[in-house]
């Protein structure tokens, strides 16, 4: 007992403080769980393979990690307020820890899977298709990106956190500059969360080529539809050079290869592989956002997207240029001038399709009817924060001037502007445009306008400065600043922007809880005011499981709006009722991930006997799926009539 | 975006754009930087100007004004001419940009002839100090850079163990150190004074700390620095 006590008097306070709330957390939620008897509803939610519920999940698991790491983007701030200010524990180290989780966290476990999740919700709807191709992969995605998170998040509590920023560059992630197991967290866990995200993009790429409704051509998806495609297209390839840069990055911790040191091996070679994976992960995250904004300024405005087939061929030309962008994240490195230049033409040209897209949103918004509902609110605010970002990016490009910005707080207010500008307010959009879709209750729209203008204020004040700050010569990644500098009062601003920022987060919590507990269910497909175009809006809110009861026919890209041009109430859906088979739930892709967690713990902490235990697990489950004969259930045609009939007409 | 304007103007005004070491160069490779950076931030200011005055002008023009709920509007596709003119003129734009970007590029990483006699100082960062050794006198120094003012320099950076970045705002941009790698960086100090230099890539926990102060003097002083740091290494 006594050395347990010392134990715990040896830990800083801020470690014991999570260590409380964890338990507390554990123990509420178990108490709650049980009192309601709701552990059932648990399971059916844990095992599901509906694609709904695996989306809302990742949406759910994703926002918690976002409240995580958004919690440390205060820490920073408060550390950074004041020059040479001494915040509770955040100094050296531990503010390098602060900055290398709410990094990695944001990008690997908020900014992609949020996409994602929001994507598996709406792309079998708007193509007109009962579930993905592969249900049970799409669980195991889910289970593995949840088993990955757990381990990175997990790590500040048991052995330190990664601490060599979220691009962990070699030599300064190496066993040699930074022991114990804090930089073996992060190739270990990103691995296991970056095997699901291949998978789901896999999933994707099936499903959007094989499952389209009859009549869907290509050429006739819809804007979101086409940007996951392409996306998970970029995924496929980018996360597979991740994969290879965390192998090798492991493998060194592990068991001392020597490829990424200084001595015989090239640390060139991590951040050559990081941002070949790097830059494309930057439009991974953009694009779905695109597409979003696409549906949601198109609906908004009453209005056909301008320029579809430009739209679409701007998404292809940005996913491919932004595979050979990557190497101006490294112009000071010391490459030679002729590589900077040819980087820096390809990071240039980017901004054409780029530019291509704002215009024709624009564009897609003249002579329509706008109305200013949450979601377009928020595609309004990306409109004006994401051209910002991006003309800040093309002024990076400029080689020789970024030989100033590069690794300054310009960069910070750059990558933040894009990065919150497109994935964040486009997360935002979808969510409250797709909510009535998903729970069949709209949020409420004055909370919505409050969250808005909080967050987007907040975020201007908080970012803007940076840009200043980063002129004025603050490198990023610093953990204190001199007095006398004249850095003091913007990082002030900046930080109280952040709090601003905090307050609009804990709106949209609050308008959550409140619509959930007290709101009306909508009874309609459309509950957007009849402004509707596409599949996703032709059926009952919240859909069935198998979503569509009868084959939608789609004889053209906005089958719903052409249907209330024709002062039609829905589109026509054709062929007999019959039964609908359905994949059966699965307990098995949780096991799996929880193998994987067990498995990554044996790595991190080189306790051999635990990760052959965990790997073990992983192929038992494997064997167990290989001779598994679940075929799935039918539901009965009777059924679907009754429902088809009794909701929505 | 007025609020932004507002904001830029009185950024400018409560710390003084001088305070804003990178817009007030006093070296060499720091103009030309500031030169692109302002180009730059013209052409980015009239694609800014453009977007939001559309932006604007459409919110007020098309906004669902009431009675207008159940009314269809005129659906187009697209316009070619309008599509093409923003490809058009996005690329031109890019243009007058890389031009001037690739010229400074090569420029700045031209080699020095020996006929200007390059000052040249050998770099070395390390957790957590840079040290700065003269070959032509035969000196080091720590955390103490001191330039001869308008003489031409070339650092030779390297490191002994992770990557560093060497960063002095108001002279020039950054070059990274790395360790078993040797990068050049040139400049020229235009003007006396003192400096902050810093380390601009994460290296560990003092990171934050890894600064060091940059004096540019002139000939007579500088030399007689150079002499008190040789009796010092005698003495030493
Ligand atoms: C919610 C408000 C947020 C605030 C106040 C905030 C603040 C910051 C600050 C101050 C830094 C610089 C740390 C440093 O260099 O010392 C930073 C870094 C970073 N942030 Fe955020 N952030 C926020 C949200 C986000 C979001 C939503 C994302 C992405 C989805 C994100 C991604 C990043 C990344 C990738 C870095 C770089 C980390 C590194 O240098 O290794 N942040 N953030
Ligand atoms: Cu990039
Ligand atoms: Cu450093």
Redesign the pocket.
């Known amino acids: 007992m006594d050395s347990i006590l010392q134990y715990f008097r040896t830990l800083p306070s801020d470690i014991i403080l999570a260590d409380i709330s964890l338990v507390i957390i554990t123990i509420a939620s178990t108490f709650l769980l049980t009192k309601y008897k709701k552990w059932n509803w648990l399971w059916s939610w844990i095992t599901s393979t509906d694609h709904k519920k695996i989306g809302i999940m990742y949406l759910f698991v994703s926002f918690l990690f ?1 409240l995580r ?2 919690l440390e ?2 820490l ?2 408060m550390q ?1 307020a004041f020059p040479e200010n001494e915040f509770w524990v955040f100094q050296g180290e531990r ?1 390098n820890q602060l ?2 989780t ?3 966290v ?2 690997f476990l ?2 992609t899977p949020l996409l994602i999740g929001l994507m598996n919700v709406i792309v079998p709807l708007q193509i007109g298709a009962r579930d993905v191709a592969f249900p049970f992969m799409n669980s195991l995605s889910l289970w593995l990106f949840i088993s990955g998170g757990i381990l990175i998040n997990v790590s500040f509590i048991a052995g330190g956190s990664p601490n060599a ?3 962990t560059y070699a030599p300064l992630s190496l066993k040699e500059f930074t022991p114990g197991p804090s930089n073996t967290y992060y190739p270990i866990g990103l691995q296991v969360a970056g095997l699901g995200t291949i998978m789901g993009a896999i999933n994707f790429i099936v499903t959007i080529i094989k499952m389209r409704a009859p009549g869907m051509k290509f050429m006739r998806m819809p804007l979101s539809t086409w940007s996951m495609l392409i996306t998970s297209v970029l995924i496929v390839y980018a996360f597979s050079a991740l994969a290879v840069a965390l192998l090798l990055l492991t493998f060194e911790r592990l068991f001392g290869t020597v490829i990424l040191s200084s001595s015989a091996g090239n640390p060139l070679i991590w951040q050559h592989l990081f941002w070949i994976f790097g830059h494309p992960e930057v439009y991974i ?1 953009a694009l779905p956002a695109f597409g979003i904004f696409s549906d949601v300024i198109s609906t908004f405005s009453k209005k056909k997207l301008f320029g579809y087939t430009s739209m679409v061929f701007a998404i292809i030309l940005i996913g491919f240029l932004g595979f050979m962008v990557w190497v101006h994240h490294m112009f000071t490195v010391g490459l030679n001038a002729n590589i900077n230049v040819f980087f820096a033409l390809t990071t240039m040209l980017i901004a054409i399709p780029t530019g291509i897209k704002i215009f024709n949103w624009l564009f897609t918004m003249r002579g329509g009817s706008i109305r200013f509902d949450t979601p377009m609110l928020y595609a309004l605010g990306f409109i004006v924060t994401f051209v910002m970002g991006g003309v800040t990016g093309v002024m990076l490009g400029s080689v020789p001037a970024d030989y100033q910005y590069h690794d300054s ?1 310009f960069v ?1 207010a750059h ?2 502007y894009v ?2 500008g497109a ?2 307010f486009g997360v935002l959009s979808g969510v409250y445009y797709w909510w009535p879709k998903m729970f069949g209750k709209m949020l409420n729209e004055k909370l919505g306008k409050w969250n808005f203008w909080t967050f987007v204020i907040g ?1 201007h004040f ?1 970012f803007f400065p ?1 840009h200043i700050m980063g002129l004025m010569g603050m490198p ?4 204190t600043y001199p007095e006398g500098e004249g850095l003091g009062w913007l990082n002030f601003v ?1 930080t109280c922007g ?1 709090f601003l ?2 307050i609009g ?1 804990f709106i949209f919590m609050l308008n959550i809880y409140i619509t959930t507990r007290y709101g009306k269910s909508v009874q309609l497909n459309d509950p957007w005011m009849k402004r509707g175009r596409t599949l996703e809006w032709t059926i009952p809110s919240p859909p069935p499981p198998y979503n569509f009861a009868r084959t939608p026919i789609v004889t053209s890209g906005e089958p719903l709006w052409n249907a209330y041009e024709n002062r039609k109430e829905n589109i026509e859906f054709e062929g007999e009722y019959e039964d609908i088979h359905m994949p059966s739930s699965s307990s098995l892709p949780f096991f799996m991930g929880m193998a994987f967690l067990i498995a990554s713990f044996g790595f991190v902490f080189q306790i051999w006997w635990l990760a052959t235990l965990g790997m073990l697990g992983v192929f038992m489950t494997m064997a167990i799926r290989s001779f598994q004969n679940k075929n799935g259930y039918s539901i009965p045609k009777k059924n679907v009539i009754y429902h088809d009939k009794g909701v929505g007409y | 975006m007025k609020r932004v304007l507002t904001f830029i103007v009185t950024a400018c005004i409560l710390s003084g754009c001088s305070s804003i070491a990178v817009l007030n160069p006093k070296g060499t490779a720091g103009e030309k930087q500031l030169d692109l950076l302002l180009l730059s931030l013209l052409l980015m200011g009239i694609v800014l100007a453009v977007v939001f005055t559309l932006f604007v002008r459409f919110l007020i023009k098309y906004r669902e004004k009431p009675g207008e709920e159940n009314e269809f509007p005129i659906q187009t596709a697209g316009n070619k001419k309008l599509e093409i003119s923003w490809i058009v003129v996005p690329f031109i734009i890019i243009i007058v940009l890389a031009i001037p970007t690739f010229a400074t590029t090569y420029e700045l990483d031209e080699p020095y002839t020996n006929d200007k006699k390059p000052l040249i100082i050998e770099v070395t960062g390390e957790q957590f100090q840079w040290s700065f050794y003269y070959p032509e006198y035969g000196i080091t120094s720590t955390d103490e850079l001191r330039l001869p003012v308008n003489r031409p320099i070339s650092f030779k950076l390297t490191s002994n163990d992770v990557i560093h970045s060497f960063w002095i705002p108001q002279l020039g941009g950054k070059r990274d150190a790395l360790p078993g790698k040797e990068n050049t960086l040139r400049l020229k100090a235009l003007e006396t004074g003192t400096y902050d230099g810093k380390c601009a890539e ?1 290296c560990g926990a003092e990171h934050a700390l890894m600064t060091f102060d940059t004096i540019v003097e002139n000939k007579t002083n500088f030399s007689k620095w150079i002499e008190n740091m040789k009796d010092g290494e005698k003495d030493g």
Not at chain 1, 476 to 479: D, E, G, S, Y
């Open positions: 976002f790491a958004g983007a205060l920073i701030r950074l503010f900055t290398s709410h990094g990695t944001m990008i908020v900014a920023g979220w691009t995250i707080y910070v990558l933040h990065i919150i994935t964040i975020f908080t940076m990023r990644r610093v953990f900046s952040a920022m905090g987060v | 994460l």
